[in-house]
C-alpha cells in the first residue's frame, strides 16, 4: 500500500511529541528494545515507530517503515488472506492477537515468524498497538531438517522391510546355479573324467560364488543411515548389468531356448542404486522367463526409452499373460497371479517397493494369452 497520511487517529508526528501515557510508555519500549523487533501501530494499523531489532532482524529503518500501512511486512499470499486486516479487528475486540506467518525482509525472502500484538489504552482512551515480532528461521530450519530426516529414515525402514525378500529371492538363483554346477562336478568325478576337462565347470562355480558373494554384500548395505538421492548413486549401464543378469538365468534360457534382444540406444543407462537395479532386471527377466507360453519359444525384448523427465526400462514378453483383474495384486507380497509354476510370489513387490522408495513407478500392461509388458520408471534428476 502506498504511503498514505494517518488522519483517523494518532499520526507519527503526533505519536513522536506525545505526552500521553500510552506513547510515552511506547516510545520508551521502542528506544530500549534493542534486539526485539517491536512495532508500535495505531488502531487503523498504521505504523508510528520501531524499535532498532527491527532493522537487526528484518533490514527495515524507521524510513522504511514510519507512516505505511503494516501489511508491507506481509507477502502477497497473507495479503489477500486479509491477514493484516484480521489482526487489528481481533486485537481491538480482545485485546490481544498471536500469528505464525512470513515476514517480508528488506531484501525480499520470506522470515516465519512468531508474533504477538497488544492493545494499549489510557485513562482518556487514546488506544495503540505494540507488536512483538520474533524470528522462527532457525526453528523452521531445524523442522525442515527434521523431516527430511525422518523421510530418510522413512525410505530406510521401507528398505529394511523388503531386505529380508530381496536376499532370499535374488540370491536363489545364484545357489541353484552353484548346486547344478556342483552336481555336474560330482557326475563327472564318478566318470573319472580328468581334473582338466573340470576346469571350464571349476571356473563357472568360482565366478557364480564371486557373484554370490558380491550380491550378498550388496545388499548388507541397505540399512546405511544417509540414503542417497538417485543423482549421487554411480551410472549403470543397462547392457553390462543385462550381462550379470543373465548369467544367473542362462540355464532357464538355455533350456527354453528363449530369444533375449536388447536395445539400450535411447538410455544406454541410469543414475541408480546397482543392487536395485540388478534386482529389478533380474526379477523382470526370470518372471519373463518363468511365465513362458508352453506352445511357443519365448521371446523377450529389454529396450529403454526416455519420457517426460523419466529413463524408462521396458521388459516385453510372448509369455502366457496376466488378466487385467489380476494387474494391481500382481505388485502385491506373496500374491501370485499364476500358480502353476514355482514361485514365492515376492518378486515383483520388491520392484515395486524399490521403485516407490525412489520416487519412480512400475506399470503393466497385459492380455492373457498374449503375453505381459512391464515399464519400470527412473526419475531423472535435474
Not at 46 to 53: P, Q, R
Not at 146 to 170: C, G, P, Q, Y
Not at 183 to 198: C, R, Y
Not at 213 to 229: C, F, Q, R, V
Request: proline fraction near 2%.
Amino acid at each position: 500500500m502506498d504511503l498514505k497520511e494517518v488522519n483517523a487517529c494518532m499520526n507519527v508526528e503526533e505519536f513522536n511529541t506525545c505526552n500521553l501515557n500510552t506513547a510515552v510508555i511506547c516510545k520508551q519500549l521502542l528506544k530500549h528494545s534493542i534486539y526485539n523487533a517491536v512495532f508500535v501501530l495505531n488502531t487503523d494499523g498504521y505504523i508510528l515507530g520501531i524499535s532498532k531489532g527491527v532493522k537487526s532482524s528484518y533490514g527495515y529503518t524507521e524510513e522504511d517503515l514510519c507512516g505505511k500501512y503494516f501489511d508491507v511486512l506481509f507477502n502477497e499470499e497473507d495479503r489477500l488472506k486479509n491477514k493484516p486486516e484480521i489482526e487489528i479487528a481481533t486485537v481491538l475486540k480482545h485485546g490481544t492477537a498471536s500469528d505464525y506467518n512470513y515476514i517480508v525482509h528488506k531484501d525480499g525472502r520470506f522470515v516465519w515468524t512468531e508474533g504477538e500484538a497488544i492493545r494499549i489504552t489510557d485513562a482518556e482512551g487514546d488506544t495503540l498497538i505494540v507488536k512483538n515480532v520474533h524470528s522462527l528461521e532457525k526453528q523452521k530450519k531445524l523442522e525442515t531438517d527434521l523431516k527430511e530426516r525422518n523421510e530418510k529414515l522413512m525410505r530406510i525402514n521401507n528398505d529394511l522391510d523388503t531386505f529380508v525378500h530381496t536376499a532370499s529371492h535374488d540370491l536363489k538363483n545364484p545357489v541353484m546355479n552353484i548346486e547344478s554346477l556342483i552336481s555336474i562336478v560330482k557326475h563327472d568325478l564318478k566318470l573319472g573324467v580328468s581334473a582338466t576337462s573340470m576346469e571350464p565347470v571349476i571356473s563357472l562355480i568360482t565366478e557364480a560364488l564371486k557373484r554370490f558373494k558380491t550380491t550378498l554384500s550388496e545388499l548388507t548395505e541397505i540399512g546405511t543411515i544417509d540414503p542417497k538421492t538417485n543423482a549421487d548413486e554411480p551410472y549403470i549401464e543397462f547392457n553390462a548389468l543385462l550381462q550379470e543378469v543373465m548369467f544367473d538365468v542362462q540355464d532357464t534360457v538355455n533350456r527354453t531356448n528363449a530369444s533375449v534382444q536388447s536395445d539400450f540406444s535411447a538410455a544406454p543407462g541410469v543414475h541408480f542404486s546397482k543392487k536395485n537395479l540388478r534386482s529389478i532386471l533380474f526379477n523382470l527377466l526370470s518372471n519373463a522367463l518363468k511365465y513362458r507360453s508352453q506352445g511357443r519359444v519365448p521371446e523377450i525384448r529389454i529396450y529403454s526409452t526416455i519420457q517426460n523427465g523419466y529413463v524408462i526400462l521396458t521388459v516385453r514378453d510372448n509369455g502366457i499373460g496376466i488378466d487385467p483383474a489380476n494387474h494391481k495384486q500382481v505388485f502385491e507380497f506373496f500374491h501370485r497371479a499364476h500358480t502353476h509354476v514355482e514361485g514365492t510370489g515376492v518378486g515383483m513387490g520388491i520392484v515395486k517397493k524399490i521403485m516407490d522408495n525412489a520416487e519412480g513407478k512400475v506399470t503393466l500392461e497385459s492380455v492373457p494369452g498374449e503375453g505381459a509388458v512391464f515399464a519400470v520408471y527412473f526419475k531423472q534428476d535435474v
